[in-house]
């Protein structure tokens, strides 16, 4: 029931509330003109019809009452209803009126994006003249503004957050410079545009580049040190260094050097290795004498660090190098744990703190290794990682880590990894002595550890490239672990490399012991082999072949051996379709059987000699009658 409904009600009381009282009017002047007795009779009747009415008219206004609250309560509840029903429609149309809004925002924003980047990319190519740096840093500086109004006008938006976004608006601009004189200006004139400097500290050493370790170094220049930022600044000097940037190399160690002198305190940990890595900078770049009295220096560090062992040897180096590799900065991380391991060698007595380093460069150096597997490359690609950033003793210290008998390196990931990183130093060294016992030591951790196929096949991969880059696989120490690596490629379905071993184990063995020797036989056979799972049966003839012409120079007359050999080819002919081939092939290994059991039975060795003789030519005769019955077959 609505408004209108009870205003009709109401309209139809009053209407029956007048007929009523035009009555009672009536009905009285009629009353008065009676006599008086008549009069009181009819004024009594009156009263009495007049109370009735009341009576009437008070049970009336009760019930219009009650109708009143009950069409009210019913409209509430009808109201509430059409309200709950006209919310949730509305926050339906609201929300995708949101959705579409947020997908044109961010379209537009893309957009936004775009047009920025285009910009970018023009007034880059634009920049001819250092003058510029000027007005691009005032663009940059606005840029960063907007940014920091856009992220404080954001609900929760704070200071930090803003301050984040100038630091990453600036580092990414500053990457994007493609001069590295450009690059070191711009720092140079930006350093005050960034009101949060640690801020912009803690994005340099967080994202480790050649850009951010200038920024360190600014910050250093300019009094903003700490020991984070100076073991990131000696990362980025080992990396510039193997990079052949003497020039970056030495600024940046020099950088480092005002880093480890904190609040007056000389931080020797620190200062040892950037004096040793400065020495050997200045011994790259030709001054000598420089680098002999800085070698010098190195000496009271290390007399300080043994007098007075640290609780925690290295830690913030060790705390950097955590870091870096859980976000997967692999080769900064494997800087710095072997700057950590060097340390505890050099003090001593952190069996703990060792054992976790170890792990840590450990997974470092696997990591960059495997790198090569994840991203396409090929263990023959070019730009293979060989860790220039380590010196050439590094292989050395690696091997009598691993070595020693109180080695703390146990499990299998972890000797993988430092076995994968020796390798790969002994083959940039042209070490071929310790790259042959390290191959030996991955080969047999290829063989014992539990690992997928496909890793056994890219460690045996690894060993395949150094033994060919090393110049062993030419040599008879190559012999065993090339037959070891064709039964890992075979085992693991990788048949091509499995081929590739197989064919250089055929070549070291011919080349040692010549054409006419059945030393060759056996790499020969196994070569075959990997070519009939290959389904290449051409290629398995042809070794069949081989095999057959070094039994004949090698044997004065038919030998029992021959079969195995002429059955193989009569197969393999049988299964390329040549009958013809197949047939006589067939027929002097059948003769061959007959000789073999006509010399059992007349020899006078012993009775098992001569019946293991017939139960071969047994099993030779069984197999030829299963190539006769398959002949007919094929030729059909």
């Not at 002047?29 to 009735?52: F, G, I, Y």
């Not at 480890?260 to 620190?270: M, T």
């Amino acid at each position: 029931m609505n408004h209108d409904a009870i205003a009709f009600a109401a309209l139809i009381v009053g209407a029956a509330s007048l007929v009523f009282g035009i009555f009672i009017y009536l009905s009285l002047r009629r009353l008065m003109e009676v006599s008086a007795p008549e009069r009181n009779r009819a004024h009594n009747q009156t009263m009495a019809d007049l109370a009735n009415v009341k009576r009437e008219v008070a049970l009336l206004t009760e019930t219009v009452s009650r109708f009143r609250t009950q069409s009210l309560a019913g409209i509430t509840d009808s109201i509430a209803e059409q309200e709950r029903s006209l919310r949730e429609n509305l926050h339906k149309d609201v929300s995708k009126e949101v959705s579409a809004l947020s997908q044109e925002f961010d379209r537009a924003l893309k957009n936004v994006v775009e047009r920025f980047d285009r910009r970018h990319t023009e007034l880059l190519k634009d920049l001819e003249a250092v003058s510029e740096i000027a007005g691009i840093k005032q663009d940059l500086h606005q840029l960063a503004a907007d940014v920091a109004d856009a992220f404080e006008k954001l609900p929760g938006g704070s200071p930090d957050m803003s301050a984040y976004a100038r630091a990453s608006v600036l580092d990414r601009f500053i990457a994007s410079l493609e001069d590295p004189e450009d690059r070191r200006k711009c720092l140079l004139t930006s350093l005050d545009s960034v009101l949060d400097i640690p801020a912009l500290g803690k994005l340099a050493v967080a994202y480790p580049s050649v850009n951010s370790w200038l920024m360190l170094k600014e910050l250093a220049d300019h009094g903003v040190v700490s020991d984070i930022a100076g073991w990131a600044l000696v990362a980025g000097a080992e990396s510039a260094r193997a990079e052949d940037q003497l020039d970056l190399a030495e600024s940046l160690y020099q950088s480092a050097r005002l880093s480890f002198a904190i609040g007056g305190e000389e931080d020797h940990e620190g200062l040892y290795f950037v004096t040793r890595g400065l020495a050997q900078v200045l011994a790259l770049s030709g001054r000598e004498e420089v680098a002999s009295a800085l070698n010098l220096e190195c000496e009271p560090h290390i007399e300080f660090l043994r007098r007075n062992p640290p609780a925690e040897p290295a830690k913030a180096c060790h705390s950097l190098a955590d870091f870096y590799l859980q976000e997967g900065r692999n080769a900064c991380a494997a800087i710095l744990y072997l700057q950590v391991l060097k340390v505890v060698e050099m003090v001593g007595g952190y069996e703990a703190h060792a054992d976790r380093a170890w792990n840590g460069f450990s997974r470092a150096v696997r990591a960059v290794v495997l790198n090569d597997k994840t991203t396409g490359l090929s263990s023959e690609a070019e730009g293979r990682e060989t860790f220039k950033y380590f010196l050439a003793d590094t292989a050395e210290f690696l091997s009598q880590g691993l070595n020693r008998p109180d080695s703390l390196i146990s499990e299998d990931s972890e000797k993988e990894g430092i076995l994968l990183c020796i390798l790969r130093l002994c083959e940039r060294e042209k070490d071929a002595n310790r790259a042959l016992a390290t191959i030996v030591a991955l080969m047999n951790q290829v063989e014992s550890a539990r690992v997928s196929k496909d890793h056994k096949s890219f460690l045996a991969s690894e060993v395949l490239y150094a033994l060919d880059d090393l110049g062993l696989s030419r040599k008879a120490v190559g012999l065993p672990i090339l037959k070891q690596l064709v039964e890992v490629f075979s085992r693991s379905g990788n048949f091509s490399k499995a081929a590739s071993a197989g064919a250089k184990l055929v070549d070291v063995s011919l080349d040692l012991f010549g054409d006419a020797s059945l030393e060759t036989v056996a790499p020969i056979e196994l070569l075959a082999r990997v070519y009939r799972s290959m389904e290449r049966f051409d290629l398995a003839e042809e070794c069949y072949r081989q095999i057959l012409e070094i039994q004949y120079k090698v044997y004065p007359a038919e030998h029992e051996n021959m079969i195995d050999v002429l059955l193989n080819l009569a197969e393999a002919c049988l299964i390329q379709k040549d009958e013809g081939e197949c047939e006589i092939f067939m027929e002097s290994a059948a003769e061959m059987c007959i000789h073999l059991l006509v010399e059992a039975q007349e020899d006078s060795e012993a009775e098992d000699v001569r019946e293991e003789r017939r139960r071969r030519a047994l099993l030779i005769n069984e197999r030829i009658d299963r190539l006769k019955r398959q002949l007919p077959a094929r030729a059909s």
